[in-house]
C-alpha cells in the first residue's frame, strides 16, 4: 500500500497519520486515544487522573471541539504551526453523535492485543470525555452545551482550558475544571505563552477566570490550576511565589504542578535541557502551594505533584 512522504501532507493529513480521527473533513473536532487510554484497554497501567480522581482510563475518550488556539506555549507538544485555520463549526449534538464511532476507529488497532469483552465495553460505554486534545476549547461557541450532552447518563467531563475567555468558563459546567497558569506576571506570561492578541489584556482575562473558581466550586465544579514547569523560563524560587500568590487568592480545590516532557512539537522549540526532574517539580510545588494546602499525591511517570486545598 503506498503511504505517501510526510513532506508531501497537508495539515489534516498529517494529523490523520497522528492518530486524530475528525468528525467532518470541514470541522476541527476531533478524537483521539491516548497512550494512557491504550495501555488500560491492553489491561496496562492507568493515567495518574486514575490514581488521584478514580477516572477509568480504558473509558475515557480525549477530544477536542476546536483544534483552534489563541496562544503559542513553547512547551505545547501539540502541532500549532500546522494549525487548519478555517473550520466549520458544528452543532454540539453532532459533535458528540460522532464520539463513539470515533473512539472506536482510534482504538481498532489495539483490539487484537486487548481482552475481547473489556474492549468491547471500554469503546462502546466511555464513562469519561477529556476535552484536553488540543487548541483552546472555550474557543468553541457551544462548550456549555457540549459538557451537558457528555454529561449525560453520569459521564464525567473534564475540561483543560488557558482561562483566556472568561465569558465562557462562567458558562460551563463541567466535572472538573483545569485552569493553567504557567506563569506569575503578564511579562513572563507573554514570553512563555506567546498569546495571540495583546498580552497585557489576555493576561487580564486569566486573572478574571480565576476570580470565578469559587463561584464554580460553589456550584459543584471541583478546580484545578496547573502549571506546566519549565527549566530555564519559570522555575525560579521567585517564580513559585508568584504563582503562588495568585493561587492563593484565587483557591481551587487542587493545585497540579506538571513538569515538561520533551515530546512531540515542543521539540522544535526547546531542548531537552528544559526538563525537570521529579525533585525539582517536588521543590517547586512545595514553594508554590499555599498555607492550606497539603500534599496529595505525586505521579512520577506523568512527572506531576498535587496538592489538595485541606477545606
Same mark, same amino acid.
Given at each position: 500500500?503506498?503511504?505517501?512522504?510526510?513532506?508531501?501532507? =497537508? !495539515?489534516?493529513?498529517?494529523?490523520?497519520?497522528?492518530?486524530? =480521527?475528525?468528525?467532518?473533513?470541514?470541522? !476541527?473536532?476531533?478524537? &483521539?486515544?491516548?497512550?494512557?487510554?491504550?495501555?488500560?484497554?491492553?489491561?496496562?497501567?492507568?493515567?495518574? &487522573?486514575?490514581?488521584?480522581?478514580?477516572?477509568?482510563?480504558?473509558?475515557?475518550?480525549?477530544?477536542?471541539?476546536?483544534? +483552534?488556539? #489563541?496562544?503559542?506555549?513553547?512547551?505545547?507538544?501539540?502541532?500549532?504551526?500546522?494549525?487548519?485555520?478555517?473550520?466549520?463549526?458544528?452543532?454540539? @449534538?453532532?459533535?458528540?453523535?460522532?464520539?463513539? *464511532?470515533?473512539?472506536?476507529?482510534?482504538?481498532?488497532?489495539?483490539?487484537?492485543?486487548?481482552?475481547?469483552?473489556?474492549?468491547?465495553?471500554?469503546?462502546?460505554?466511555?464513562?469519561?470525555?477529556?476535552?484536553?486534545?488540543?487548541?483552546?476549547?472555550?474557543?468553541?461557541?457551544?462548550?456549555?452545551?457540549?459538557?451537558?450532552?457528555?454529561?449525560?447518563?453520569?459521564?464525567?467531563?473534564?475540561?483543560?482550558?488557558?482561562?483566556? #475567555?472568561?465569558?465562557?468558563?462562567?458558562?460551563? /459546567?463541567?466535572?472538573?475544571? $483545569?485552569? /493553567?497558569?504557567?506563569?506569575?506576571?503578564?511579562?513572563? $506570561?507573554? &514570553?512563555?505563552?506567546?498569546?495571540?492578541?495583546?498580552?497585557?489584556?489576555?493576561?487580564? #482575562?486569566?486573572?478574571?477566570?480565576?476570580?470565578?473558581?469559587?463561584?464554580?466550586?460553589? *456550584?459543584?465544579? +471541583?478546580? *484545578?490550576?496547573?502549571?506546566?514547569?519549565?527549566?530555564?523560563? =519559570?522555575?525560579?524560587?521567585?517564580?513559585?511565589?508568584?504563582?503562588?500568590?495568585?493561587? =492563593?487568592? /484565587?483557591?481551587?480545590?487542587?493545585?497540579?504542578?506538571?513538569? $515538561?516532557?520533551?515530546?512531540?512539537?515542543?521539540? +522544535?522549540?526547546?531542548?531537552?535541557?528544559?526538563?525537570?526532574?521529579?525533585? @525539582?517539580?517536588?521543590?517547586?510545588?512545595?514553594?508554590? *502551594?499555599?498555607?492550606?494546602?497539603?500534599?496529595?499525591?505525586? #505521579?512520577?511517570?506523568?512527572?506531576?505533584?498535587?496538592?489538595?486545598?485541606?477545606?
Amino acid at each position: 500500500m503506498y503511504r505517501k512522504p510526510a513532506e508531501t501532507l =497537508n !495539515t489534516r493529513e498529517m494529523l490523520h497519520r497522528q492518530g486524530y =480521527n475528525f468528525v467532518s473533513e470541514k470541522s !476541527t473536532a476531533a478524537v &483521539k486515544p491516548c497512550m494512557w487510554c491504550k495501555r488500560a484497554v491492553h489491561g496496562g497501567d492507568s493515567c495518574y &487522573k486514575h490514581q488521584l480522581y478514580g477516572i477509568e482510563t480504558a473509558k475515557c475518550v480525549q477530544m477536542t471541539p476546536t483544534l +483552534r488556539c #489563541n496562544q503559542r506555549c513553547l512547551f505545547c507538544w501539540r502541532s500549532m504551526e500546522h494549525e487548519l485555520k478555517d473550520e466549520e463549526i458544528l452543532s454540539p @449534538e453532532e459533535i458528540a453523535r460522532a464520539i463513539p *464511532a470515533l473512539q472506536r476507529k482510534g482504538l481498532s488497532g489495539d483490539k487484537p492485543f486487548s481482552d475481547p469483552a473489556f474492549w468491547e465495553e471500554a469503546t462502546t460505554h466511555p464513562a469519561q470525555f477529556a476535552v484536553s486534545l488540543s487548541g483552546e476549547p472555550t474557543l468553541y461557541p457551544h462548550l456549555a452545551e457540549l459538557i451537558d450532552i457528555l454529561k449525560t447518563g453520569g459521564n464525567s467531563v473534564f475540561v483543560v482550558s488557558n482561562g483566556t #475567555n472568561p465569558s465562557m468558563i462562567r458558562r460551563i /459546567s463541567p466535572t472538573q475544571l $483545569y485552569i /493553567s497558569l504557567d506563569a506569575g506576571d503578564a511579562d513572563t $506570561y507573554a &514570553k512563555i505563552c506567546r498569546p495571540e492578541g495583546n498580552p497585557a489584556v489576555m493576561w487580564e #482575562n486569566i486573572m478574571e477566570t480565576l476570580s470565578y473558581l469559587r463561584e464554580k466550586e460553589a *456550584a459543584g465544579v +471541583r478546580t *484545578a490550576v496547573r502549571t506546566t514547569l519549565v527549566k530555564g523560563l =519559570n522555575d525560579t524560587k521567585e517564580d513559585a511565589a508568584s504563582i503562588g500568590k495568585i493561587i =492563593n487568592i /484565587s483557591q481551587p480545590m487542587y493545585i497540579e504542578i506538571k513538569g $515538561y516532557m520533551y515530546l512531540g512539537f515542543s521539540r +522544535r522549540r526547546l531542548s531537552e535541557d528544559a526538563v525537570p526532574d521529579m525533585n @525539582e517539580i517536588r521543590a517547586f510545588a512545595e514553594d508554590a *502551594a499555599p498555607d492550606g494546602y497539603s500534599l496529595m499525591d505525586t #505521579n512520577e511517570p506523568s512527572r506531576v505533584v498535587v496538592y489538595r486545598r485541606n477545606k
